[in-house]
């Protein structure tokens, strides 16, 4: 699906939903007040992650960002829930965030507009400042990318499981990240991310050679 396409799907679901609060006049009260029930914005987001779940963000909680208290989690935390479950800075590379904050904010700009209809004033898009301190937020805070010039045994059997399943949704990762220790509990919630986003989950063997290979580049 194109990112259009989307963003116009994103923007009708909106639309929806705004005009189904405020048609609460005359002949159209009880359609009104139904659409007004289902749409406000958890009716929406609900919407959206049926429509389109596999490519929005599994949602983590606000306490499990990592320094919750800063400034670039609060706003994290307060403009990109607005449609969707909060995205985990973790998800992409420091070099993939600004393209992706790009389009959300594209978004965001259009459906705050008030110019648009007058209507579209149920989504906040943030400040020239407030954006900058989000992208250096996720940036700081982002995925660690691979360099795979040190790891010559990705051409390995191992390396190419790893490789193969790992990048499909972010860059692939650093094995050193995380210790021995802490791999299986990340490759497990991956599972669920691969499961949430719809893509193939590998069978067990597959996955235990990939954690082989991880703990053995661990930290
Ligand atoms: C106005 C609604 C809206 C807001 C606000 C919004 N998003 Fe999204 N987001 C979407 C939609 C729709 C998709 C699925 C289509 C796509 O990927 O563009 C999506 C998908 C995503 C994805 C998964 C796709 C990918 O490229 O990884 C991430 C990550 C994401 N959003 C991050 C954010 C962040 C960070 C913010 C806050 C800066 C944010 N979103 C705010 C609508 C929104
Ligand atoms: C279906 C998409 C998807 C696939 C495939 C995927 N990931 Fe992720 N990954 C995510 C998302 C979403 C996040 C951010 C949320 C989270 O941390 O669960 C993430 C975050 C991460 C992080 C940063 C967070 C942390 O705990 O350090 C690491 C490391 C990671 N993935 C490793 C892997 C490995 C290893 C694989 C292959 C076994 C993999 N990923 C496959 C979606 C995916």
Not at 24 to 46: L, N
Not at 150 to 157: A, I, T
Request: aromatic fraction near 4%.
């Amino acid at each position: 699906m194109s990112p259009y396409r989307n963003l116009i799907i994103g923007s009708v679901l909106l639309l929806t939903g705004v005009v189904g609060l405020t048609t609460t006049t005359g002949s159209c009260s009880s359609m009104g007040k139904m659409m007004g029930g289902m749409m406000d914005r958890d009716g929406m987001k609900g919407m959206m992650k049926e429509m389109m779940g596999a490519q929005l963000p599994p949602g983590i909680e606000p306490k499990e960002l990592p320094d919750p208290q800063s400034n670039g989690a609060k706003l994290l935390a307060q403009y990109c829930t607005q449609c969707h479950d909060l995205p985990s800075p973790g998800m992409h590379s420091a070099q993939a965030w600004p393209s992706v904050v790009e389009r959300m904010n594209q978004r965001m700009q259009m459906m705050s507009d008030r110019s648009m209809m007058g209507m579209m004033h149920d989504i906040d898009a943030p400040t020239e400042r407030e954006l900058e301190a989000l992208v250096a937020y996720l940036q700081k805070q982002a995925q660690k990318p691979i360099d795979r010039s040190q790891y010559e045994d990705l051409n390995s059997l191992a390396g190419q499981s790893f490789d193969k399943t790992c990048s499909q949704c972010h860059t692939l990762p650093d094995p050193k990240q995380h210790t021995v220790k802490e791999w299986p509990a990340v490759v497990q919630r991956m599972k669920q991310n691969m499961r949430s986003m719809d893509k193939p989950v590998p069978d067990e063997e597959t996955i235990e050679t990939i954690l082989g290979f991880l703990q053995k580049h661990a930290k």
